[in-house]
Nanobody, 121 residues
Framework: QVQVVESGGGLVQPGGSLRLSCKTS???????????MSWYRQVPGKERELVAR????????NYADSVKGRFTISRDVSKRTVYVQMNSLKPDDTAVYYC???????????WGQGTQVTVSS
């Protein structure tokens, strides 16, 4: 049973933009607002790295230094969905992007299957 689903990946030219979406199932999060949501990315041979995080209250966000000023994380509680708007994309942003949800009550953690982002001319 799929519980966290990413979408929006693809091929884009350097300098372009993409918006990734991550929808969560009510099965895993009875109340979306209690979830801290994050985007991670991973390239072959390297560890998965945190890209952006939004707190369970939605009031605070954190970004990796490499994406600050270019990426923006946001969420729509009514749609149980978190987004990351990625602008001014660079070839170094090429990776599989994963969505992570942490239930801040139970501390259960959930991962999506990943979506490929390729930045290339």
């Amino acid at each position: 049973q799929v519980q966290v689903v990413e979408s929006g990946g693809g091929l884009v030219q350097p300098g372009g933009s993409l918006r990734l979406s991550c929808k969560t199932s009510r099965f895993i999060l009875s109340t979306f607002s209690i979830a801290a949501m994050s985007w991670y990315r991973q390239v072959p041979g390297k560890e998965r790295e945190l890209v952006a995080r939004i707190s369970n209250g939605g009031r605070s966000t954190n970004y990796a230094d490499s994406v600050k000023g270019r990426f923006t994380i946001s969420r729509d509680v009514s749609k149980r969905t978190v987004y990351v708007q990625m602008n001014s994309l660079k070839p170094d942003d090429t990776a599989v992007y994963y969505c992570n949800a942490v239930d801040m009550i139970t501390l259960n953690e959930y991962w999506g299957q990943g979506t490929q982002v390729t930045v290339s001319s």
